[in-house]
């Protein structure tokens, strides 16, 4: 509406000129129909020439309102739309914050970002040297003396974490029946530790045998039923599992069973 109106207020003296020609014709053509009445003899030339003045006279009440509409639009309409534009530029940041659009934004509840729970940590390893036993020299003294016919190599458990230790039996030990298992399982969040048992190979499923909810330093973690197990070469290992479900390395030692 606001184009159409500044159009016609554009416009406007272009329409006052052509309507001002059109007024000049039409008092030419009612002159000359005047004078054709005056001189017509038979009545169908006299009805003619008043159907041209009633034509004329139609003619001109267009152009009256033509031009009439013309100024309307161009003087009252144009200055009332520049009076609203002005006042809708200059309303003060309250009556913005009290339209529907703002009201309705206010209603719907805009959405929190809740941040996930960060990553475990993986805890920092530290490697325990196994103990020695105090009777090492009677231990060599006896070797010496009786040394065993066929010697069995006996290693430390493979432990990188302090938390988790087995001390017994060793790596490469050759064991049977009822086995214990001594080490440490502690953590500053423990929650508790298990003892498995797996095949040793490439691809190992280990089972679980034995565990507990308390923390065990250096003393008996659990027992090993190796009777119910077929001879071979098999891998235990005791994890440490915290209050958060996470673990540090697990210590794994290899021991051969034969029953």
Same mark, same amino acid.
């Given at each position: 509406?606001?184009?159409?109106?500044?159009? *016609?207020?554009?416009?406007?003296?272009?329409?006052?000129?052509?309507?001002?020609?059109?007024?000049?014709?039409? @008092?030419?053509?009612?002159?000359? +129909?005047?004078?054709?009445?005056?001189?017509?003899?038979?009545?169908?030339?006299?009805?003619?020439?008043?159907?041209?003045?009633?034509?004329?006279? @139609?003619?001109?009440?267009?152009?009256?309102?033509?031009?009439?509409?013309?100024?309307?639009?161009?003087?009252?309409?144009?200055?009332?739309?520049?009076?609203?534009?002005?006042?809708?530029?200059?309303?003060?940041?309250?009556?913005?914050?009290?339209?529907?659009?703002?009201?309705?934004?206010?209603?719907?509840?805009?959405?929190?970002?809740?941040?996930?729970?960060?990553?475990? %940590? !993986?805890?920092?390893?530290?490697? +325990?040297?196994?103990?020695?036993?105090?009777?090492?020299?009677?231990?060599?003294?006896?070797?010496?003396?009786?040394?065993? !016919?066929?010697?069995? =190599?006996?290693? !430390?458990? @493979?432990?990188?974490?302090?938390?988790?230790?087995?001390?017994?039996?060793?790596?490469?030990?050759? +064991?049977?029946?009822?086995?214990?298992?001594?080490?440490?399982?502690?953590?500053?969040?423990?929650?508790?530790?298990?003892?498995?048992?797996?095949?040793?190979?490439?691809?190992?499923?280990?089972?679980?045998?034995?565990?507990?909810?308390?923390?065990? *330093?250096?003393?008996?973690?659990?027992?090993?039923?190796?009777?119910?197990?077929?001879?071979?070469?098999? +891998?235990?290992?005791?994890?440490?599992?915290?209050?958060?479900?996470?673990?540090?390395? =697990?210590?794994?030692?290899?021991? %051969?069973?034969?029953?």
């Amino acid at each position: 509406m606001g184009f159409l109106v500044e159009a *016609i207020a554009n416009i406007a003296p272009y329409i006052y000129a052509t309507c001002g020609l059109l007024a000049l014709f039409q @008092l030419y053509r009612t002159w000359q +129909v005047r004078a054709e009445r005056r001189q017509a003899v038979f009545s169908l030339e006299r009805d003619k020439a008043i159907d041209d003045l009633y034509r004329i006279f @139609l003619s001109a009440l267009l152009m009256l309102v033509v031009m009439g509409f013309t100024y309307f639009a161009s003087t009252t309409l144009r200055e009332a739309m520049i009076a609203v534009e002005s006042s809708s530029v200059l309303s003060s940041p309250d009556d913005s914050a009290t339209s529907p659009n703002t009201s309705l934004s206010a209603l719907i509840p805009t959405p929190t970002f809740t941040p996930e729970p960060p990553t475990p %940590t !993986p805890q920092p390893t530290r490697i +325990v040297p196994t103990p020695v036993p105090d009777n090492q020299e009677d231990d060599t003294q006896e070797e010496q003396t009786d040394p065993a !016919p066929n010697p069995v =190599p006996v290693s !430390p458990a @493979l432990c990188p974490d302090g938390r988790a230790v087995i001390l017994s039996p060793g790596n490469g030990a050759i +064991v049977s029946g009822d086995v214990p298992i001594v080490g440490t399982a502690q953590h500053d969040r423990f929650s508790f530790y298990k003892l498995e048992y797996a095949p040793s190979g490439a691809n190992q499923s280990f089972s679980y045998f034995d565990g507990a909810e308390s923390p065990v *330093i250096g003393g008996l973690l659990g027992n090993l039923n190796s009777s119910a197990m077929a001879n071979g070469a098999y +891998v235990i290992q005791v994890v440490v599992v915290d209050t958060t479900g996470n673990y540090p390395q =697990p210590c794994s030692v290899t021991v %051969t069973v034969q029953n």
